[in-house]
């Protein structure tokens, strides 16, 4: 099982990359092993590019390297806080996209604007306050920020986004992208209308229960 998710990982780190989600090294990528409250993730400073099985890190839910040589990603505390309180939660993606990160520089939150925002995200993308990479404080802004979402930015700093798989964290990732940059778009326009509550409780509800061949 640690193999597949290790080469699951590998090709969704050269997937971001691809897509522009993130340059060179920065980002990181993590997924829950299925049977023992372990993860693995992407170390630190390495190359998507250049990545093998034998470099992912497996950590435990209080951050402790479990097997691997290299040094763990440093947001391997954010993932794991994520991970003991999110049992939903089964992979984490942090990217730097261009315009999200743009709004998270501004310490901008991204309302939901659009269907594909409210159905992958379930509202908002708010932002987590400030805190110095790999420390506590950080775990725990992002916590705060994220609550029952899928995605949240990380003042100064980039985006992160949950799911229950990688396929479905990259395409939040890339969902959050669009939003940012159509939100940019209609700063510029001079105004947005943000769907109401209501309206996103029920696209989120479809997308999750009725939406594709379930």
Not at 20 to 39: A, H, M, Q, Y
Not at 73 to 88: C, G, M, Q, W
Not at 104 to 127: K, S
Request: aromatic share 6%; glycine share 8%.
């Amino acid at each position: 099982m640690i193999i597949k998710t290790k080469e699951k990982i590998i090709k969704a780190g050269k997937e971001i990359l691809e897509a522009n989600l993130v340059t060179g090294t920065w980002g990181n990528i993590s997924l829950r092993d299925e049977k023992e409250e372990v993860f693995v993730i992407t170390p630190s400073g390495m190359d998507y590019y250049d990545l093998v099985p034998e470099n992912l890190v497996t950590v435990d839910f209080d951050g402790n390297v479990v097997e691997g040589q290299k040094k763990p990603s440093t947001e391997t505390s954010v993932h794991a806080s994520i991970y003991k309180i999110r049992p939903d939660v089964k992979a984490i993606i942090h990217t730097h996209s261009i315009h999200a990160s743009a709004c998270a520089a501004a310490c901008e939150p991204i309302p939901c604007l659009l269907e594909d925002v409210a159905a992958l995200v379930g509202g908002d993308i708010g932002v987590a306050q400030y805190a110095l990479p790999g420390t506590p404080q950080l775990a725990q802004n992002v916590i705060e920020a994220l609550g029952d979402r899928h995605a949240v930015l990380m003042a100064n700093h980039g985006v992160l986004c949950v799911g229950p798989d990688l396929d479905e964290t990259i395409k939040t990732c890339r969902i959050v992208e669009k939003a940012a940059l159509v939100y940019i778009n209609c700063k510029i326009l001079g105004k947005y209308h943000r769907l109401k509550d209501e309206h996103v409780k029920t696209v989120r509800s479809n997308y999750l229960y009725r939406y594709g061949q379930k």
